[in-house]
């Protein structure tokens, strides 16, 4: 079992490019979490899917952020326009039904 | 405004004792989980509770969803114990979570 994988590790953009994260749940997971991470705010919740469907997007920036989960086996999180301060580590995680979050290792991303 | 106050934000502990992190919760959350950063950044899971306690090592974490709290002690502890730790609570209608603020643990020879 790898685990929740993330991809990329890091990605660098330049102010008002769009930037696609990518995130692969653990075989047999029901529901997939997307947070961010900054020094200001610390971690927070974004988005969630549970068996593809959109559940919660409470947590996303109304302009720019947009997630989707196509298919059970990845998730991506996109950002248009990328300003300085979507600089952030974005995690995903993934649980069984109602159970433990298991996080993917993030992608740190850095907007120039 | 925040859901989870952690406590305390830093702690710096000898090797061989304990203490300690707190999180206080301003809702009746559903369950609580407990993580570890590793030197990596990732996350690590140490506990997920519903209710009562668990224990695991030197590590044991009790959650009383009634009185809005959730505890992490940590007995005999080790450098390789130093780390962040983060409290996350999954609340009663989604099951998103929220995050503490963490705490910087630093064992001391």
């Known amino acids: 079992n790898a685990g929740v994988i993330q991809t990329p590790r890091h990605k660098v953009t330049g102010k008002g490019q769009e930037a696609t994260l990518w995130c692969e749940p653990i075989s047999g997971h029901s529901a997939v979490f997307w947070y961010r991470q900054t020094i200001v705010q610390g971690l927070e919740f974004l988005t969630y899917?549970?068996?593809?469907?959109?559940?919660?997007d409470s947590g996303m920036p109304k302009e720019r952020f947009s997630a989707q989960m196509p298919n059970q086996s990845h998730s991506t999180l996109k950002i248009q326009s990328t300003q300085p301060q979507d600089s952030a580590v974005y995690l995903c995680?993934?649980?069984?039904?109602?159970?433990?979050?298991?996080f993917g290792p993030g992608t740190r991303l850095t907007v120039l | 405004g925040d859901q989870v106050e952690q406590s305390p934000s830093a702690l710096s502990l000898h090797e061989g004792t304990g203490s300690a992190l707190r999180c206080n919760f301003t809702?009746?959350?559903?369950?609580v989980q407990w993580f570890r950063k590793n030197s990596r950044g990732s996350l690590i899971n140490l506990f997920y509770l519903a209710s009562g306690t668990k224990e695991n090592g030197r590590l044991k974490s009790a959650f009383d969803s009634k009185e809005r709290y959730s505890t992490l002690h940590i007995r005999d502890a080790q450098l390789e114990d130093s780390g962040t730790y983060f409290c996350?609570?999954?609340?009663?209608?989604?099951?998103?979570?929220?995050f503490g603020k963490g705490t910087s643990l630093t064992v001391i020879p």
């Open positions: 899917f549970r068996n593809q469907a959109p559940i919660d």
């Open positions: 996350a609570a999954e609340n009663t209608g989604y099951q998103n979570f929220y």
């Open positions: 995680a993934s649980s069984y039904d109602r159970y433990e979050q298991y």
């Open positions: 809702t009746t959350m559903r369950a």
